[in-house]
């Protein structure tokens, strides 16, 4: 079968990419300046972070007109208490309902700059390396960037702690983590002796992509259990956390579960997939085939950054785990 990704790629993976699907520096951790504010410490106090960029970036005073470029940042500043006056642009439901009357104003692959003028924001958070460009732009308006991104479950905690010294809610950023923690523990307890074989893709009819291990959606299915067949394919020089798919290899690997993501509809994406299959009769002889376990996941929770319900993308993927063996 052959698989027509080239066209699609620039279109599809720019939400993907945007939402924090890129690789995080070592050395690009949250840290607290010497005037970093406390939990307890008054809404006036200065605070300062280091970005995932390795940038530091100062407040005179806590942050309160706030700009979320994604939805998992979105999550997280809700999560903590805090609110937006600015979120990304989506026509989709969304999770967090207290963001509904918010401003929209683009996304990390395309902002609204007069959008969010109009907000009047103190902090916009963006994604790193794509907004990179957009700091200039964003500081003519009186704002400050902070840039983060998620391609792993320690990224989503790394995005929250750095959230978490922002808005001074330390103690809340440290509850959240050790939700996330405890679910990672659970799992690691209940992880079986032999790992299901997953095939995790991400497209749409006419063009898919396999998820690798170093994406946010592959780091998810190894935590939660699962042996990602496509972990050695090689990486796409413009996409590193995806691989062109690899026919010979899947029938070889023989998955046992076949996992879609992508922003379509669910249905439609699943039948278009299974249509692609039937162009090679090779593909019958797969596991999970013969057994029709070919899931589309949800777009909220694995086509983005699901931020603080990663725990409810662990959760998933753990129960379609255990349905496969």
Known sequence: ?????????????????????TATPDSARPVTGANAASETAPKSAAVSVQDFAGRTVSFQAVPQQIVALSSGEM??????GGQLVGRPTTSAPLAVKEAEKVQQIGTTHGIDLEKIALVSPD????????NTKDIPSIES??????????????????????IGQLLQKDDKARELIGSIDKKLTELQHNRAAEKPRVLLVYGAPGAY??????SLSGDILVMAGGENIAADYPKLE????????????IIQSDPQLILLMSHGNPETVK??????????AAWTSLDAVKQNRIEVLPSDLFGTNPGT?????????????????
């Open 271 to 280: 039948e278009g997939f299974v249509k692609e299959m039937q162009q090679n």
């Open 1 to 21: 079968m052959k698989f027509k990704w080239v066209a699609f790629m620039a279109l599809s993976l720019s939400v993907i990419i945007g939402c924090g699907q």
């Open 75 to 80: 999550d997280i500043v809700y999560a903590l």
């Open 209 to 214: 992509m396999a998820a690798l291990n170093n």
């Open 238 to 249: 413009n996409y590193p956390q995806y691989a062109q798919l690899n026919t010979e290899k």
């Open 309 to 325: 319900r990663v725990i409810e993308a662990l959760d998933l993927l753990q129960k379609l785990l255990q349905s496969a063996k």
């Open 141 to 162: 308006i009186g704002a400050k960037m902070v840039l983060t991104s998620a391609n792993s479950v320690e990224d989503i905690k790394k995005q929250i702690a750095l």
């Open 123 to 130: 902090l916009v958070l963006g994604n790193h390396p794509m």
